[in-house]
């Protein structure tokens, strides 16, 4: 899938020191994607960030489109539980 990496998703993945690989990886393959309230899209996977040493989830945000995946911001957060969506039984 293309990628089209918006100015301030760029000026985030630096800021937060997120591998861009990381957010490619996250992009084609989410292990969760969850619709946000304003009609986007939230991809989410779980990764051992090498820099903090632990456990994270990183969480991409954007909009499908005709041309690509639009990325509009991206952060990692150690507070899984929080966004991790359960499966319901």
Known sequence: MDV???DHARFEIQRRGIEETD???????P??????LK???????KYFDKIEGKDMLLR??????PKGFVLI?????????K??????L
């Open 83 to 88: 966004y991790w969506m359960k499966e319901e």
């Open 31 to 36: 292990q969760q994607r969850i619709p946000s």
């Open 4 to 6: 089209i990496v918006t």
């Open 60 to 65: 991409v945000i954007g909009k499908e489109s």
């Open 23 to 29: 957010v490619i990886a996250v992009i084609n393959k």
């Open 39 to 45: 009609g986007g899209l939230v991809l989410q996977s």
């Open 73 to 81: 911001t991206v952060y990692k957060t150690s507070k899984i539980e």
